[in-house]
């Protein structure tokens, strides 16, 4: 409804401006032929036409009858009656259709129309011509007026001297009308050959063909449209819209057309994807039915050039043959794909391909054709492996049967020479060596033979084509290798028979050879036994040899069997030279061993027998003395060795625990030493058990881990522990009433002592002893605690002892003291000099006291440069040392 609201003031627009200009004759006069025509152009499809527009219309008749043609709408039942009235329905139900459409109609009513009026008719008439004409032309989203002014300019834009602006003077030349049509159908007119000045015959011309060719009446006339300064716009708008739509039904038709063209060629498209398929799925299913046979054929070669072309013509399907056939089989699933798509696109039913061209009749036949494939290149594979399995056989056969050809050369012949008729004994024993050596390698020849026979017996087996050559060449050598055995053995058994004598004798010597030497060995080796020096140091270890020895003497029958079966071949001998009158020259070339020697050796093995016996039973008895000795050394020393150990912790103990005062420690440690010294007699005959021992040369002992040395070490280590111990306590003592130190300040030097004596060995080393420097408030500097360590250890070991802590301690709280007393005695010494002479040291102190300070001033040199003088502070470190005072 907007679309015709807009109409609508499109058409008040048209009505005003037409009230204005329509009482020019000549446009009145355009507007009713041009409409006439136009309502007789669709009249003409119900059978009747118009000939006076304001006559033919008034009694409403014609007028439904045009709105149902040009609408294909039925309207109301008109009226028949002749009458006014009559004629005024029929006119108001032609304009209510009108209404119908969304037409406003304005000042136009049906007593106009029944009246003649011939303004309001060509009105009413304009208004249908705008609803069912004009309005729904469409292009480029403008419609109506517009929509066809740009179809008219879109249609001539590519024709010079064309220029359509509006529906009056554009159209005067009638070089418009023209290049509507040739745009449309270039056939009817020739376009090149019309002129711009000549609008008569471009007119005419236009009209001409148009109601020729085109089915579109006459609708004005070419004098009209020349002479008049401005054409009636509605006139040529309704002469252009029959242009307009001849043209688009004409082109609906072609559009129509084309599109049944278009089915037609899909359908003939699809119709040929069906017969190519066909075609294709034919010719694919044609050559997997001819190429499977050709993979199942399993007939063998004989020769591997002819299998290795049966492998290069399988390698050519693969590479040449086969891969055009993939593309195929794959074009052809994609051809049938397309086609089912196509074919479901046009909503037409699915291709059914004939019977066994199915896709999936196509993929089983391929899936065949693999499979035979897959078995024919294993099998080619196979049998190219079989003909080169062949192939080796057979060349295998050929050089082995030419070499036991050419090793068989000759042999008969010299197996079946006599030489051994006249042959002497040495050429009889060359002879038989050398036919021993023959046998040897006929035997080892027999592997050969044997293999020649397998490796034919196999060619057989698979086949091989030229198995009769090999067979018979097999059979030649079999033959003459059974020959050659029985020459052997014929030779072999003459040999025999005529050495048999000697052989028997050399058989004889062998044999005595042969058990003479072990058993000439067994009895060396036996009297070097007999006579071997023993040395054992355990009852187990002459226990083991008493037992060699006994079972040594449990083998002597044996023996002496073994010496008569030897004198028993040697007599054996001496019987067949005698009988058979054999000359036998030299002794036995297989050994020097004889008889005589052989029962001289024996009677000495049996002396040294018993001899052995007697040997063994003493150093028996002497182990059993040993063994006693050695467990009475071991239960004292098992004793004694605890016992020194246990006293050690003990002293220890006491030398480390704060329990009494010194005198009562010191009393303690002297009691200790006493029982020390009163254990002294078991460690005397422990001494005296160990001096047995070493007598009787006994130099392990499993019933102890303690040794003399261990028990001496350890009796050494008691003593001086025990005697240290007392010094330390008596230095103690000493110090103590030396210095003036108390009971308690000992018992707290002991206590800083001990619990810096980390290790509780009795000693703190340097790090110790610095730290309980440190606890007990000195300010330690690398080089005091240097100066203090050479005091406390001047030996340089590393260690504190207890003794040299307390001394350091006691010597740290009478620093003060003992500068006074130094300073006093030197002024008594020195009088009123300020240095001291030697002689006045050996005149004021004993003499040993004096050499021994008058020595430690020997490096000083004193005031003046006067030798052997001291002051006051070389005196002090003469004395006492530079890090005393």
Not at 549 to 570: N, V, Y
Not at 777 to 791: D, Q, T, V
């Amino acid at each position: 409804m907007d679309q015709y609201d807009g109409e609508e003031d499109y058409m008040h627009q048209e009505d005003d401006w037409d009230r204005d200009l329509l009482l020019d004759p000549a446009w009145e006069k355009q507007q009713r032929k041009t409409f006439t025509a136009w309502c007789n152009s669709h009249l003409r499809k119900a059978g009747t036409q118009i000939e006076n527009i304001e006559e033919d219309f008034r009694d409403g008749l014609k007028l439904m009858l045009l709105l149902e043609v040009i609408s294909g709408e039925r309207l109301a039942k008109p009226e028949r009656g002749k009458m006014r009235v009559h004629k005024i329905s029929n006119v108001n139900k032609a304009l209510d259709f009108i209404a119908s459409k969304g037409v406003k109609l304005v000042s136009i009513g049906a007593e106009e129309i029944v009246d003649g009026n011939a303004k309001m008719t060509l009105g009413m008439i304009w208004t249908i011509i705008l609803r069912f004409a004009i309005q729904d032309i469409s292009v480029e989203e403008t419609s109506a007026k517009e929509g066809l002014l740009l179809w008219c300019q879109r249609k001539t834009a590519p024709y010079k001297n064309v220029n359509i602006q509006n529906f009056h003077i554009s159209w005067k030349d009638g070089l418009g009308f023209c290049a509507l049509i040739h745009r449309h159908r270039p056939e009817l007119i020739d376009y090149g050959k019309l002129r711009k000045d000549d609008p008569m015959t471009n007119l005419n011309t236009a009209f001409d063909v148009a109601e020729k060719y085109l089915d579109i009446p006459k609708m004005l006339d070419a004098e009209d449209i020349i002479s008049t300064l401005r054409p009636d716009e509605k006139a040529v708008m309704t002469y252009v819209s029959c242009y307009y739509h001849a043209f688009s039904g004409k082109q609906k038709a072609e559009t129509a057309a084309n599109r049944i063209c278009k089915v037609l060629a899909v359908n003939q498209e699809n119709e040929q994807l069906m017969e190519d398929y066909e075609k294709l799925a034919s010719d694919l299913l044609e050559w997997i039915r001819r190429t499977i046979p050709w993979l199942e054929n399993r007939m063998p070669e004989n020769t591997m050039q002819a299998m290795q072309q049966k492998l290069e013509d399988f390698r050519d399907y693969r590479r040449l043959h086969k891969p055009p056939k993939v593309q195929e089989k794959c074009q052809l699933e994609i051809n049938f794909n397309t086609l089912q798509t196509k074919l479901r696109l046009s909503n037409r039913p699915a291709f059914m391909p004939s019977e066994g061209k199915m896709v999936s009749d196509i993929n089983n036949a391929w899936g065949n054709l693999e499979g035979a494939e897959k078995g024919y290149e294993e099998w080619l594979l196979n049998e190219i492996r079989r003909l080169e399995r062949l192939d080796h056989l057979a060349e295998k056969f050929r050089q082995k049967a030419a070499i036991h050809e050419a090793w068989t050369e000759g042999k008969e012949d010299m197996l079946q020479k006599r030489d051994y008729e006249t042959a002497s004994l040495s050429e009889i024993k060359a002879l038989l060596k050398k036919h021993e050596a023959f046998e040897s390698d006929l035997a080892a020849h027999q592997d050969r033979v044997e293999q020649i026979a397998a490796i034919a017996q196999e060619l057989n087996e698979l086949d091989y084509y030229d198995s009769p050559s090999v067979n018979a060449r097999c059979q030649r050598i079999c033959d003459q290798w059974d020959t050659l055995g029985a020459l052997t053995q014929k030779r072999s058994e003459a040999l025999q028979r005529t050495e048999k004598l000697l052989e028997t004798i050399d058989q004889l010597y062998l044999e005595f050879a042969k058990r003479a030497a072990p058993f000439n060995n067994w009895m060396e080796g036996a009297m070097e036994d007999l006579q071997d020096t023993f040395i054992v140091h355990t009852i187990e270890e002459i226990q083991g040899l008493s037992t060699a020895h006994e079972q040594f003497k449990a083998t002597l029958p044996e023996a002496d069997k073994e010496r008569l079966a030897i004198l028993g071949i040697h007599n054996e001998i001496a019987k067949i030279v005698q009988t058979y009158h054999v000359n036998m020259a030299g002794t036995n070339p297989y050994t020097t061993i004889n008889p005589q020697e052989i029962n001289a050796k024996w009677d000495k093995v049996r002396q040294l027998v018993p001899q052995r016996d007697q040997a063994l039973i003493e150093e028996h008895a002497r182990q059993q003395n040993n063994e006693r000795l050695r467990r009475q050394f071991a239960n004292q020393a098992n004793v004694i060795g605890p016992w020194i150990q246990n006293k050690m912790e003990e002293i220890g103990r006491i030398s480390i625990e704060m329990h009494g005062t010194l005198e009562d420690q010191l009393t303690h440690l002297r009691q200790y030493e006493k029982s020390i010294v009163n254990y002294k007699p078991k460690i005397d005959q422990l001494e005296g058990d160990h001096q047995l021992i070493q007598e009787a040369l006994i130099f392990d002992n499993k019933h102890t881990n303690y040794t003399m040395e261990h028990i001496r070490v350890g009796w050494e280590q008691l003593l001086t522990t025990i005697a240290r111990t007392i010094n330390e306590i008596e230095n103690q003592i000493l110090t103590r009433d030396a210095k003036g130190i108390s009971q308690e300040q000992l018992n707290e030097f002991r206590a800083s002592f001990n619990h810096f004596d980390r290790k509780r060995t009795g000693i703190m080393d340097a790090e110790d002893f610095k730290t309980c420097l440190i606890s007990m408030g000195y300010n330690l500097g690398e080089n005091e605690f240097s100066r203090i360590m050479s005091i406390v250890d001047p030996n340089r070991m590393g260690i504190v002892t207890f003794q040299a802590f307390i001394d350091f301690m006691s010597r740290e709280t009478a620093d003060t003291d003992t500068a006074d007393q130094v300073m006093a005695s030197f002024k008594v010494l020195a009088g009123d000099k300020n240095y001291i002479l030697a002689d006045e040291l050996r005149r004021e102190l004993p003499p040993d006291q004096a050499e021994y300070c008058i020595a430690r001033m020997a490096p000083y040199t004193g005031p003046d440069g006067v030798p052997g003088a001291l002051d006051y502070m070389s005196f002090s470190t003469a004395l006492y040392g530079e890090s005393d005072l």
